[in-house]
């Protein structure tokens, strides 16, 4: 199992992500860099996962992509220590229903 240090606006599609808190997201299907953000071109990203759930960065936010299933203690040791913002969901299905 290896933990691999990236950016949030890098090659991270086929990777999970290691949250915060030590756990781990579903597969990275996009990385899709947002031209039309209000900070301006080539400031943010948004990650799409395989779950259906987006995630918003700034662009060169450290973070831990892994491709192996990994055991929580080691995920937690690999924890990035900040994160985006949550951006909804890409398939429209909303998550409270």
Known sequence: MTFVPDV????????????????????VVHV???????????????VSFADGTDV???FDVPVVKVRAPVSP????????SGWGTDAGRWDG?????
């Open 8 to 27: 949030a606006q890098g090659d991270l599609e086929g990777f999970a992500l290691v949250r915060p808190d030590g756990s781990v997201t579903s597969e």
């Open 32 to 46: 899709q860099w947002m031209d039309n953000h209000p900070a301006g071109p080539d400031t943010h990203a948004t």
């Open 56 to 58: 918003e960065f700034p």
């Open 73 to 80: 203690d080691d995920a937690r040791s690999a924890a990035p």
């Open 93 to 97: 299905i909303d998550s409270a229903l």
